[in-house]
């Protein structure tokens, strides 16, 4: 068997995530080629307006690379949660570093303190395990309103969602409008798992480390664990709480 590579182009280790995912579909060749098509005619409709909004999961260092690889004039957006894993608040560094030549810059969007501590003060530190209310509140303040404050003065945004990823997520296109009428461009739709690792496997891009470690679904580090062998890609996430409520609001689609 041939070895697949990791960022560096050496072989990847045994039990990394790509020596176990990376696994092209057959029709992997015409998805890469619709992901690029579409983030180019994102670029083109919403000149100057739209924006990737990164939670530097896999899914989304794919479409960076994309965009970085093909110059495309898109902006980068990831929301710095303060609850972040190191892990995966470093790749931030990692993208920059690495698409210094593509002139790649990340913006980066923080939670107000002032209404982090508030809620903090009120509710503790571990409220997110209290109630899905007070979870979906904790997401309110570190992402919602720090992405609202990201699309401000966009048109257009553009994420890595994909089909295979939940049920919530099963009905999603490739093009649709988000709930304030935004265009929102889900290039990954149709990609599936091993379309994603493989991609990464042979374009050698950057991933968390944490995905080495079972996580397919990274968010908060209080919010994300690992998953066992059978259990859904997003089990890891807010996993005391219904397989129904397992959304924080990001991605409300019409």
Known sequence: MSEVSTLFGGPAPAGSAITLYAHASPDYAAKVHATIELLKAAAFEH????VQATSLGVEDMVVTDL????RLPIAIGTLETGMLNPETASLIGTIETHYADAGVHVEVYKPVADAVIEFVQKNGEKAMYES?????????????????????ERSAWITGLRREQSNNRGDMAA?????????????????TWGDVWHYVSVNHVPYNPLHDQFMPSIGCAPC??????GEDFRAGRWWWEDEKAKECGLHVHK
């Open 132 to 152: 899905i209310e007070l979870r979906k509140a904790c997401c309110g303040i570190r992402k919602l309103e720090p992405l609202s404050r990201m699309l401000a």
């Open 67 to 70: 965009i970085a690889r093909h």
């Open 47 to 50: 000149a100057g307006k739209v």
């Open 224 to 229: 994300t664990r690992a998953i066992a062998v």
């Open 175 to 191: 093009r649709e409008s988000d709930d304030k009428g935004r265009a929102k461009f889900n290039p990954m739709i149709d990609w």
